[in-house]
């Protein structure tokens, strides 16, 4: 018997790599090429650090306010703050619901092909989980996930397809689950996917998440949020008092005000991004690249002759990161990122090379 018994034993999830140089051009984390908004730069500027004497807001307040007033004139809800949790990313948020919600025997289901962190916070919180098998077009089948379950989290757009679904793919879901709770996962929703925040108000069993991360180009600054009823909102909140109270420090909640506060900025980058993501699509299918149609700020490519593995490295050779995993299903697949048009030149003409 050793003390070396008693310790976790886990699989952690990995992120894509974070080069110390600064000429790599990197995409293959999903970030945003561009910077925040300009004001957020601004706020951090006039930060006052004598405040950091006392403790944030407990449930960062402010920020709850300003995401249900912005979320209420895009989507003509009603939502109040008691509608919002935020987080330290929506990977916490993710991680407080599956703690909040998660509870029965029962497995818990999303798809085989999706975001890698899903089955780490079952096996890290003991949820059984089972992974219905997207189609061989990478299409989820709303009809896999109608039987008895513990819950249900399907990212839209997923990852790392790029896929997205339908809102009515979404009321079906919710409608054929009326005993469980099923999460939303909308971390590329402002790259051109239907939200089903506005669902929320009609399904108390809905729980939508969304992250700064991606379409605000603050994936540095870690903010996420969840939209639910006050119900679910509530659940989450005792679940983050019960591990750590303050997810969110000051600097964040007043940064993150600040990007919500500049609709104009988050809307012209996120359409330079679109543009450059159609622009890439239609040039790497020109190249024998199978792409399907993305509805986020990635592309998921598979090349009709050369190995996903050998551009990948050769891509690497160059300074140019994207990702590759060696998995079942997706092992011939990459993941590229959009980045800048300049950076997504490069990698044509990189690509060029192998072709
Ligand atoms: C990036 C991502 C997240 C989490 O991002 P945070 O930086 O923690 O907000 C969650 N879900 C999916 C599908 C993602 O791709």
């Known amino acids: 018997m050793s003390w070396r018994d008693n310790l ?9 790599e974070q080069p110390k140089s600064d000429d790599i051009i990197k995409l293959n984390a999903n970030e945003n090429p561009y910077p925040p908004a300009p004001a957020v730069r601004e706020c951090i500027e006039r930060f006052k650090a004598d405040g950091l004497r006392l403790y944030p807001s407990m449930d960062a307040a402010p920020l709850r306010k300003a995401v249900a007033k912005r979320l209420n004139s895009l989507n003509g809800t009603a939502l109040t703050s008691g509608n919002i949790f935020i987080g330290n990313g929506s990977d916490d948020v993710l991680a407080t619901a599956f703690r909040a919600f998660f509870n029965s025997d029962k ?10 962190f899903y089955p780490v916070w079952c096996e890290l919180l003991k949820i059984p ?14 009809r896999d996930y109608f039987g008895e379950n513990g819950g249900v989290v399907i990212p839209n757009p997923n990852a790392p397809t790029s896929i997205g679904v339908g809102l009515d793919f979404v009321k079906e879901l919710v409608e054929h689950n ?3 709770i099923v999460i939303i996962d909308e971390a590329y929703i402002d790259f051109g ?8 108000e009609k399904y108390e069993n809905l729980l939508v998440t969304q992250t700064f991360s991606k379409s605000r180009s603050m994936a540095g600054m870690r903010i996420g949020m969840a939209i639910g009823s006050p119900e679910l909102i509530r659940y989450m909140g005792a679940v983050k008092d019960s591990y750590n109270s303050y997810p969110l420090d000051k600097v964040q909640i007043e940064a993150g005000v600040a990007s919500i506060d500049d609709e104009e900025y988050f809307k012209s980058t996120n359409a330079k991004v679109i ?4 622009r890439v699509t239609k040039e790497l299918r020109a190249l024998g690249f199978d ?14 002759s050369l190995s996903a593995k050998e551009i990948f490295l050769h891509l690497r050779e160059k300074g140019i990161y994207i990702r590759y995993w060696d998995k079942p299903r997706i092992s ?6 959009i980045g800048t048009d300049e950076q997504m030149d490069r990698l044509l003409e990189a690509v060029k090379e192998l072709v």
Do not use: C, M, Q, W
């Open 332 to 337: 011939n697949r990459l993941r590229i990122t």
């Open 275 to 278: 543009a450059t993501r159609e």
């Open 107 to 116: 497995a818990i289901l999303f798809p085989d092909v999706t975001y890698s």
């Open 193 to 200: 996917g239907e939200s089903a925040v506005a669902l929320t």
């Open 291 to 304: 792409i399907p149609d993305s509805g986020t700020n990635f592309l998921f490519a598979e090349h009709n």
């Open 178 to 180: 009326p005993d469980s």
């Open 8 to 16: 976790i034993n886990i699989e952690p999830y990995t992120a894509g």
């Open 129 to 142: 989980y089972k992974t219905p098998a997207v189609d061989d077009d990478f299409r989820i089948d709303v």
